[in-house]
């Protein structure tokens, strides 16, 4: 006896998410970052904006004169820098939000990043700004208030801004293991060259991967990609959100972290809009109908069979796991699926779940060959065991010679001496289970 099985696929359109714009210099004017950190922008810097190549706010923090501490907090907008400058009494800086530069006269510059300290002695020439791409705010501290003055000098024109953020990158591995890094980056575009992936599905899939792997530099160099390449901060948080249903919130939490940091230095705007659809009411029947969307009505025999003293799961399952989480807006459900198997297969030990995902993979349209690219896509940063695993279940799921095939959906049919293979076509658009035998 052999079985044919034939695919029926369920097509689902691509949800039209608004793409927001995430370039800080291509923002309105009047879009100021009002939450680049915890303290308030201010106002227009009006007051010193003829010491200011670009636009700043100012903010003044204390008002106490008898403590002697005047500190404000200053907003530069991408590019903005102010002029070479001293001051008799010295000067603190606390980087606070974006990606800003400090330099002295005759001295490289250097990138500050919020939780960064710049102690300024009495009288050093300098400049302090923002990175060209980036919103930053630093806290300013006159120090020796009392004879503290400033001195104002000429502008920091475009070539020494230029010169000075070069290098607006951490050093990287290129600096210090270049052989590793030429290894790496050039496996990275072999394996891109495998498969039909478009740009954007490999790197939600690989931003999916690198939270599972806690792979944190990886993270923030494939996220600054996904934000240069269009993909939407909605989309990085939805992958971030369901990422917390198959790692945990104590692996996801510091990613989370790390997005807020880059968002807000891209001028970005958080919260962003709510994109939940589901109420406390709700959850639950939303969640197993999303559940029983993708995996079929076996859901409601694993609730029915499930032990009395672990039906709780289930239930987590269908009203947390699909209904908090998966239900959301945002990403579609062809997009989640790859989503959740790209984190199930970088998290190892979870070959059962991943198989399981395989399936509801199949049964929405993501067919072997999608999947087979999306694990080549993660090898280099997963490594060898955890991708023959992935392949092996994979193997298991959709075997080689029927890998256009969804074996969830399948009818029965028996071919009897004489029967015109042509009526096999009436039954294709039925579910159940293809069978044939032959006489």
């Known amino acids: 006896m052999r079985k044919l099985f034939f695919i029926i696929v369920t097509a689902i359109g691509m949800m039209q998410i608004p793409m927001q714009s995430i370039n800080a210099q291509n923002m309105k004017k009047e879009e100021v970052p009002q939450n680049i950190s915890a303290f308030p922008v201010g106002k227009a810097n009006t007051g010193f904006e003829q010491y200011f190549t670009g636009r700043s706010w100012l903010a003044p923090l204390t008002g106490n004169k008898d403590l002697n501490v005047p500190m404000s907090n200053v907003t530069f907008e991408p590019g903005c820098r102010n002029n070479w400058h001293s001051h008799t009494g010295g000067q603190l800086l606390i980087a606070v939000g974006g990606v800003g530069y400090y330099q002295e006269r005759g001295k490289a510059a250097r990138r500050l990043l919020p939780g960064d300290v710049v102690e300024i002695a009495p009288d050093i020439e300098h400049w302090h700004g923002a990175a060209p791409d980036s919103w930053f705010s630093h806290l300013a501290i006159g120090c020796n208030p009392q004879t503290n003055q400033n001195t104002w000098l000429e502008r920091v024109d475009d070539q020494q ?136 009505e076996r859901i409601e025999q694993m609730h029915k069979n499930a032990p009395d003293n672990q039906k709780h799961i289930q239930r987590y399952l269908s009203a947390n796991c699909f209904g908090d989480y998966q239900t959301r807006s945002g990403l579609n459900v062809k997009t989640r699926e790859l989503i959740t198997f790209s984190i199930l297969v970088s998290l190892g030990g979870c070959e059962s779940q991943v198989k399981s995902h395989i399936q509801g993979n199949a049964n929405v349209g993501n067919n072997k060959d999608t999947l087979l690219a999306v694990v080549t896509q993660l090898l280099p940063f997963i490594g060898y065991p955890r991708t023959l695993n992935a392949i092996a279940c994979l193997n298991e799921v959709i075997p080689e010679n029927n890998k256009d095939i969804d074996a969830s959906r399948k009818i029965t049919i028996k071919i009897y001496p004489g029967l015109d293979k042509r009526f096999l076509m009436l039954y294709i658009c039925s579910p159940g289970k293809y069978e044939t035998n032959d006489y």
């Open 161 to 296: 801004y230029a010169e000075a953020t070069k290098g607006n990158v951490a050093i990287g591995l290129q600096a210090t293991d270049p052989e590793l890094d030429d290894i790496f980056s050039n496996f990275t575009k072999e394996v891109q060259e495998y498969g039909a992936l478009d740009i954007k599905t490999r790197l939600m899939v690989t931003l999916a991967s690198n939270i599972a792997s806690q792979a944190q530099a990886e993270y923030r160099i494939t996220l600054e990609s996904a934000l240069n390449e269009g993909i939407a901060p909605i989309e990085i948080k939805e992958i971030l959100y369901q990422s917390v249903a198959y790692a945990g919130m104590a692996k996801v939490r510091n990613f989370i972290g790390i997005t807020n940091d880059i968002l807000l230095a891209r001028g970005v705007r958080l919260p962003l809009e709510e994109q939940s659809v589901v109420s406390s009411e709700t959850r639950f029947n939303k969640g197993l109908e999303l559940q029983k969307s993708i995996f079929g």
